[in-house]
């Protein structure tokens, strides 16, 4: 993403917090956070009914 340490950080509690895009899950015993990319789409049929 080619910024700073903070930055990114911001970034990722943005995605999270504020536009609901990715959900983080601790594993906990120094290993890494797994983000998992919500889907940010939906299907709409041609009645207009959510399909998704």
Not at 2 to 21: P, R
Not at 25 to 43: A, D, E, H, M
């Amino acid at each position: 993403m080619n910024c700073g340490n903070k930055k990114a950080v911001q970034l990722l509690d943005e995605l999270e917090s504020k536009a609901g895009l990715i959900e983080r899950k601790r594993q906990g015993l120094g290993k890494p956070n797994l983000i998992y990319v919500k889907s940010f789409y939906r299907t709409v049929d041609n009645s207009g009914k959510d399909i998704s």
